[in-house]
């Protein structure tokens, strides 16, 4: 079992920039990948980047150039850097690491104002 607190969030102009974290705790090194997803109002929840084990990394391609995925070891922690935020970024963003379950954490709010 694996426990995910992100934190982070907050409103920012369009144009800023944003980290969230995402403090891992338990079962870590059976975690096989972990990413970050976001819904917003009145949509799905969609993949916005995952780091796999290896470190091998993918994008949505709506972030692509403008977030970047990456984690500390030591600290157990994942991060996602944004940055050139637009309103259209704005969700519930929801760190997941992946063992033989999926774990999601409770969530962090962005909004980008415009």
């Known amino acids: 079992q694996v426990q995910l607190v992100e934190s982070g969030g907050g409103l920012v102009q369009a144009g800023g920039s944003l980290r969230l974290s995402c403090a891992a705790s338990g079962n870590i090194n059976s975690i096989n990948f972990m990413g970050w997803h976001r819904q917003a109002p009145g949509k799905g929840r969609e993949l916005v980047a995952v780091m796999r084990r290896s470190g091998r990394t993918h994008y949505a391609d709506s972030v692509k150039g403008r977030f970047t995925i990456s984690r500390d070891n030591a600290n157990n922690t994942l991060y996602l850097q944004m940055n050139s935020l637009k309103p259209e970024d704005t969700a519930m963003y929801y760190c997941?690491?992946?063992?033989?379950?999926?774990?999601w954490g409770q969530g962090t709010q962005v909004t980008v104002s415009s």
């Open positions: 997941a690491a992946t063992l033989k379950l999926e774990y």
